[in-house]
């Protein structure tokens, strides 16, 4: 088969939210920092594997959609068009939509805003060889059937466990096998509709075989007013850092900022430290962007900030608005002076520390992570952040390979995610 068709990601985004309890679409409620749609939309733009988006919108709502696209620089998005009564509607619809060229087409659930770079890419692997592909993942719970009885059920079957998966998105397929069966399904009168494509496959084309891929327990739907919160601190969890080469940096030129020397091998880059031996006080604006413009551009900033040990109501005024100073304040005047320099990502370094003021300070450079990179995403500029407090060779090797990879608004501890 041939592995150079086009790749369509569909976002189907036709609900209106009365699980979520939400006034409006839950597709548009905002979770860390983005709405969902978003976070979906982000997913497929920096897929390297899909070449066009489609979205399926709740009707009454696609202009909206339409300003979020604009304002992310999703270039990738092709066409927003209303979505249908149904899941059934709106499939068909963005089968309409796509055209008649034959490609493979990714149908995803915009409220499964947790979709892994991974999933997509072996989606598409699969779609060189396979005509259908599901995302799933095993069942952790035992199912069984129910049986009604007098005054209420019964357990009928317990079933084998091992061979049950719940089923995710995307689901996967050609435009022509997705499309014949829908067309036969809408000839059918005793089509009722439904809310999963495979299953149309499945009835109407029972000869493809559909492929499984690999879900993630991190794909959730939003559905209910508790997926919300489990979305929000799933997002909070770090992605892995995965190792970067020995020459990964060559030629890329990284400037620290602060006090901390680099340890060990730098792959390849030209370090360059900004410290306050050479007057760059980061808590002074200025100082800091008089410095970076001397270096010129740079591929890589990194933030190292001091850390506070102590309780807060021991600590003097002076003590505070120095820890303040140069920590917070510090991190917001790196961003700001670095940003016009800045070609790749930055980094903020935290060490370790303990009390109230410590504790304040590192939440303020975590969270301030996270919206730059939503801020500076369309920009192509990472943003994240390392909790340091192991051993010094392991921090400055976990921070390259931070800066190698395509990483971007997390924050990583390196006591339990880096050891």
């Known amino acids: 088969m041939n592995s150079r068709l086009r790749s369509v990601g569909v ?46 919108m709740t009707p009454g709502y696609a202009d909206r959609v339409r300003e979020i696209v604009a304002a992310g620089g999703y270039r990738k998005v092709s066409k927003v068009v209303d979505g249908g009564s149904s899941r059934t509607e709106s499939t068909w619809r963005a089968l309409q939509a796509i055209g008649a060229q034959e490609c493979n087409v990714l149908l995803h659930d915009a409220v499964r805003p947790l979709l892994e770079p991974r999933i997509i890419t072996e989606c598409v692997r699969a779609l060189e060889t396979h005509e259908a592909v599901n995302v799933a993942i095993p069942s952790s719970d035992t199912i069984f059937t129910a049986v009604p009885e007098d005054g209420g059920e ?133 100082s800091v962007a008089k410095a970076l413009g001397d270096v010129g551009p740079a591929d890589h900033v990194v933030f190292a900030a001091p850390g506070h040990r102590g309780e807060l109501a021991r600590a003097g005024g002076e003590t505070v608005a120095d820890a303040v100073a140069a920590g917070h304040l510090g991190a ?38 996270r919206a730059l990179a939503l801020e500076w995403a369309s920009d192509g500029i990472r943003v994240n952040c390392v909790y340091t407090g192991a051993s010094p060779l392991l921090v400055a090797q976990t921070s390259l390979d931070i800066l190698i990879s395509d990483l971007s608004g997390q924050v990583i501890d390196v006591r339990v995610d880096g050891a």
């Open 332 to 369: 917001l005047n790196v961003a700001r002076a670095a940003r016009p320099h800045l070609r790749r990502s930055l980094l903020f370094q935290v060490p370790p520390g303990s009390g109230a003021l410590h504790a304040s300070g590192a939440a303020a450079v975590a969270a301030l992570t």
């Open 11 to 56: 976002l189907l985004a036709g609900g209106v939210g009365q699980r979520v309890g939400a006034a409006t679409p839950k597709q548009l409620i905002e979770v860390a920092g983005r709405t969902i749609i978003e976070h979906s939309l982000a997913a497929f733009e920096r897929a390297p594997e899909i070449d066009e988006v489609v979205v399926l």
């Open 154 to 286: 019964v357990i009928g079957e317990v079933l084998d466990r091992s061979r049950l998966r719940r089923s995710q998105t995307p689901q996967c397929f050609r435009l022509s096998v997705i499309r014949r069966a829908y067309e036969l399904a809408m000839a059918d009168p005793g089509f009722a509709g439904g809310t999963d494509d495979c299953g149309v496959v499945l009835r109407y084309l029972p000869e493809v075989p559909i492929h499984l891929v690999q879900g993630s327990e991190r794909n959730i739907k939003v559905t209910h007013p508790a997926d919300l919160h489990i979305a929000e601190l799933l997002f909070e969890l770090p992605a892995p850092v995965p190792r970067g080469g020995d020459d990964a940096l060559a030629g890329q030129v990284v400037v620290v900022v602060g006090d901390a020397a680099p340890a060990g091998p730098s792959r390849g880059a030209d370090v360059r430290v900004l410290s306050r031996a050479d007057g760059v006080r980061p808590e002074d604006y200025d």
